[in-house]
């Protein structure tokens, strides 16, 4: 009788240990859900996939335009972290008390694609043809598009507009338009050959400094995908893809993290 006692206690001391450590790791492992802006989605879903591989947890992405995002972010879509391309619309959520943290991941570049044909400044200076960007309504890269049209005078016949900066891209890679204003990061991931793009200089449009914020609500390993997104290889990897980056999450010469 002893025995069975002590068998019975012992039993429920393991239970009682292994039942505060599941419900310890459980909340460890909660999925996340990013909201990320359409430029970005190639380059997240890598850092994704490193993540997960380094802590176990899932990363479900959703992409959209910037201010498609930021309306869903309003009217309660439950993401944890929204990766935007601009730094208007998180600081907006911040303001509002949306967030419990904000911060520059990156500095986006815009380029000139003409497939078949040679891209320079010259070509773009003196294109006539349909161009495509993305709705500067809703998507930082078409108000840098409007902004370096302006600049240099370009005298497109027509201007068509994606939703967001992926379908900008898909109308010039479906030939549905003959060139397009887009992101260095999309050329960068589907090896655009160099002749057929051209970078647009920085100063020709408002910087495209593009912030994260971690929302109110947000799972507790929202902060710990924040921290691998600026580990050293993770930034590597997404100077990469085409963007610009600082080793304080800001622009150089500007002030400490938000």
Known sequence: MTSSNGWIRRKVLIAGVLIPLFVHSSCYADDLRIGVASNFRSTLEQIATGFKL???????????????????????APFDILFAADSIRPALLESEGHTRL????????LVFWTP???ANETTLK???GTMAIANPRH???GKAATDTLELMQVKSDRVVYGTNIAQAFNFVRTGNAPAGLIALSQIKYMNVPAIEFWVVPPESY???????VVLKNASMNAELFVAYTFDPGTTRLIEKSGYLVSDTGNQPGTGADR
């Open 54 to 76: 380094a802590h176990n947890i899932e990363v479900e992405v959703s992409a959209a335009s910037t201010g498609a995002l930021f309306a869903q972010v309003k009217s309660g």
């Open 102 to 109: 904000r911060r520059t991941y990156a500095y986006g570049q």
């Open 116 to 118: 078949g044909k040679p």
């Open 126 to 128: 003196q294109y006539k």
């Open 139 to 141: 998507a930082p890269y």
């Open 206 to 212: 408002a910087p495209i400094e593009q912030q994260l």
